[in-house]
């Protein structure tokens, strides 16, 4: 049972455009919710963060939005440049899981000169 | 920046041979995870700590791991006896608190052959 999924296992797009990666999760239960980046050979690297009070999350060039009526969440990158090039893992955790986090399988983002 | 220092950050062995993976949490941080990430599961949480407390271990394979922390600056998980699925990557991290991210170390690749 995959509680949380990311759908697209690779996205290319052009530097300087927006790139927007996305993630679904079925457990209710969720209440923080986070982005991770990993470059080969090393560890996942945090990038942001939402709790499930808010909507919308903003940092620099990365913005998170959630949808809790769609179990939906995502991440807005612009612009896009070489260095986001990297697998971008979504990952959930629920109060009652106490940090718990639960990892969607990845994406992997190519950003094109 | 503080980090998450695991060792060694590679490891080759035969099947069969006690294998033990080390990680110093960031100074502070009161919760410590395992992880293990291979192509079929993703990332995967074996274990976790809380104040040193093991808190979770449901997702390990009891009968061949084990995972303690001898006092706050080491976190440690062995496998005995090793076998060939056993090879992935284990990742340890570590959190300061609920809704905080745990922040990763760069891992140790295992190779059991």
């Known amino acids: 049972d995959q509680q949380v999924k990311q759908n697209s296992p690779s996205l290319s797009v052009q530097e300087g455009r927006i790139s927007i990666l996305n993630c679904d999760y079925t457990n209710s239960m969720f209440d923080y919710f986070l982005w991770y980046k990993k470059y080969p050979a090393e560890g996942p690297t945090f990038l942001i963060s939402i709790s499930s009070i808010k909507d919308k999350n903003e940092d620099g ?11 939906h969440l995502s991440l807005h990158i612009v612009p896009s440049q070489p260095g986001d090039s990297a ?5 959930a955790s629920a109060r009652q899981g106490a940090q718990k986090l639960v990892f969607g399988q990845g994406t992997r983002l190519t950003i094109n000169p | 920046d503080a980090r998450v220092t695991q ?3 590679h490891k080759v062995t035969e099947m069969g041979q006690e294998v033990t993976m080390r ?4 100074l502070g941080h009161n919760t410590v995870f395992w992880y293990r990430q291979t192509m079929m599961q993703g990332l995967e949480l074996l274990a976790y700590f809380r104040n040193r407390a093991p808190l979770d271990d449901s997702g390990m ?12 600056t080491l976190a440690t998980l062995k496998i005995q006896p090793s076998e060939p699925r056993d090879s992935a990557v284990y990742f340890c991290a570590s959190g300061p608190g609920p809704y905080q991210p745990q922040h990763f170390g760069d891992g140790t690749r295992l190779s059991i052959l």
């Open chain 1, 87 to 91: 697998v971008y893992f979504c990952a």
């Open chain 2, 61 to 72: 394979p009891k009968d061949r791991f084990s995972a303690e922390m001898p006092d706050a």
């Open chain 1, 61 to 71: 060039r990365f913005t998170v939005f959630l949808n809790k009526s769609a179990k």
């Open chain 2, 7 to 9: 060792t060694p950050r």
């Open chain 2, 23 to 26: 990680c110093q949490p960031i």
